[in-house]
């Protein structure tokens, strides 16, 4: 389900991102929002999208072992090469996190697809209508959803 952009989620990503252990904030380059709730004005599927962003290779099983005693299950990289995936502690609100190397290809686009679309709402705006037509088509089919989505992103990323 697609909500109407919500001035919360913000705090909510602040909240969540403070709640995670110390040590993993204390040693992450950056702890970035990603994704749509992290555009103002857009659109989204309520729930919050975190890139823990850490130096290199060497400090990747460190914060997967922070992270797994915080509550986080680490899924692996869940398909995606360069990005580890974790399923949130079921007490907290609903959000997606992944840890990143700085510099890793999915980390980039994530960062490139946000900053493009903070920086040019009209794009925001078709972006917004395609997720809801998406949505409306796909349903709870996250993974067709997801898909049908990747035309549009692709594009954006090349600079089109």
């Not at 609903?94 to 946000?114: D, F, Q, T």
Request: net charge negative; glycine share 10%; aromatic share 6%.
């Amino acid at each position: 389900m697609i909500s109407e952009y919500d001035p919360r989620w913000p705090a909510l990503f602040c909240e969540l991102r403070d709640g995670l252990p110390a040590g993993l904030r204390m040693c992450a380059r950056s702890i970035e929002h990603v994704g749509s709730t992290a555009v103002p004005g857009l659109a989204a599927k309520p729930i919050i999208d975190i890139d823990v962003v850490v130096a290199d290779e060497a400090d990747v099983a460190e914060a997967i072992a922070m992270l797994a005693a915080a509550g986080y299950p680490h899924k692996g990289d869940a398909g995606v090469p360069g990005r580890e995936a974790f399923d949130q502690p079921p007490h907290l609100p609903e959000h997606h996190l992944y840890l990143c190397v700085e510099g890793a290809g999915p980390l980039v686009a994530h960062l490139r697809l946000r900053d493009h679309l903070r920086a040019n709402p009209g794009t925001a705006r078709e972006y917004a209508a395609l997720k809801r037509e998406l949505a409306a088509a796909y349903g709870d089919d996250r993974e067709g959803y997801t898909e049908a989505k990747t035309a549009f992103i692709e594009r954006v990323l090349a600079g089109g």
